[in-house]
């Protein structure tokens, strides 16, 4: 059964786990966003992240948006449930995301084999995230990522651009994508 965002609001102890990870889920009284996304509607905020960023449900698919408080915005998930996947398995995925400069090969890398300093800087700050995978994955349904670094890109370079996604700051500057997106990326 897939993950949605009332199942994930109702259950407190999968959200006071996930927030380790750095996302918070947002409560049914979530400030307004900053932001603007058009074409797509309907929209809902389901977490933040860090300083200022949105995690956001958007379009008839609810595709999930991620969007910066620094104006940089893009798809990086077809779903809530990939999404969580990507986030239990990689709460770094950001950072590997721009290292990687949008090549695929690399964010598999750094997803994969050469994740270490990722992992150990995120294990350093949150030890109970190892203890945390398995319970979350078991709670919500989930399953460790087969691809997740194609996944990423897909949402990111494919998805977005499929649906002329723009987003724009409340003063009507448009956001720039998370990566450039390249030619030789799926």
Request: with cysteine; charged share 25%.
């Amino acid at each position: 059964m897939a993950v949605t965002l009332a199942k994930l609001k109702a259950d407190v102890k999968a959200r006071d786990m996930l927030s380790s990870f750095d996302l918070r889920v947002a409560g049914d009284n979530a400030d307004p966003p900053w932001f603007d996304t058009a074409p797509l509607a309907p929209f809902e905020i389901v977490a933040t992240k860090g300083a200022g960023c949105i995690y956001a449900l958007t379009g008839p698919h609810e595709h999930v948006l991620f969007v910066t408080s620094e104006g940089q915005a893009s798809l990086i998930a077809a779903s809530l449930q990939e999404c969580l996947e990507l986030v239990i398995a990689h709460p770094y995925w950001e950072d590997a995301l721009r290292s990687s400069g949008g090549d695929l090969e690399t964010l598999r890398g750094l997803l994969g084999e050469d994740a270490g300093d990722f992992e150990d800087e995120i294990l350093d700050d949150n030890p109970e995230i190892e203890d945390y995978r398995p319970l979350l994955r078991k709670r919500l349904g989930l399953r460790e990522p087969a691809d997740a670094a194609q996944s990423l890109l897909h949402a990111v370079t494919t998805l977005g651009a499929g649906i002329n996604l723009k987003v724009r700051a409340s003063d009507g500057h448009p956001c720039e994508p998370l990566i450039g997106v390249s030619s030789g990326t799926p």
